[in-house]
């Protein structure tokens, strides 16, 4: 059945629960939440970051820093990953992961994710590119692709888990891209319910 034609709900909240019960909001970034993403990225093991960032770094640069916080637009969306605690505008304290989207005239949809190192082998990684996915569905794009470090094995086993290809079109021996073709239907829950809050969320 093919998804409600709602690009409008690309933009916003999602919710959906870990294994174990653990409820999650995904809701796009806001200028003041820079301090928060710093210091979500200095957390993040030296793996971690070098894996999401392709190489080495300890914090973001304040230039990307300040255009990263402004990515709230379908086209150029960051995401943050909280445990949600029932209020779906509260400047929450737990944030678990990030992800950004950017689509190309609606037709390519390049992501790149991360997750908190005590949050990783939870299933956060899956939701997260399951939502990313619904996103760039409703924005009618055509397919999903991310680079991705070739020694990252973890996200290569999650993108093949989740109906992605792996090639390598790098010049760069370091990586491998993942793809996704979107033309394909949607299996599994609609997109158009991750976006609406099940009552034991909403405030």
């Known amino acids: 059945m093919r998804d409600i034609d709602a690009a409008p709900l690309a933009t916003q909240p999602g919710f959906f629960h870990l294994p174990g019960g653990v409820p999650v909001m995904v809701r796009a970034i806001r200028p003041n939440d820079a301090g928060r993403l710093q210091a979500y990225v200095r957390g993040l093991s030296v793996e971690s970051r070098r894996n999401r960032f392709l190489g080495i770094l300890s914090e973001l640069a304040p230039t990307e820093l300040a255009r990263i916080s402004r990515m709230d637009r379908p086209a150029a969306l960051a995401l943050l990953a909280f445990i949600a605690d029932g209020r779906q505008d509260s400047m929450q304290d737990t944030l678990i992961g990030e992800a950004i989207q950017a689509t190309a005239g609606n037709a390519r949809a390049e992501i790149a994710l991360s997750v908190r190192d005590d949050w990783q082998r939870r299933g ?11 996103r760039a569905r409703m924005l009618g794009a055509r397919v999903m692709v991310g680079d991705v470090l070739r020694t990252n094995t973890a996200m290569k086993g999650l993108a093949r888990k989740l109906g992605f290809s792996i090639s390598s079109p790098f010049t760069d021996a370091r990586l491998v891209e993942i793809v996704k073709d979107l033309s394909t239907p949607h299996s599994g829950r609609p997109c158009h319910e991750q976006f609406a809050p099940p009552p034991s969320i909403a405030a």
């Open 124 to 134: 956060l990684g899956t939701r997260l590119l399951q939502n990313l996915e619904c």
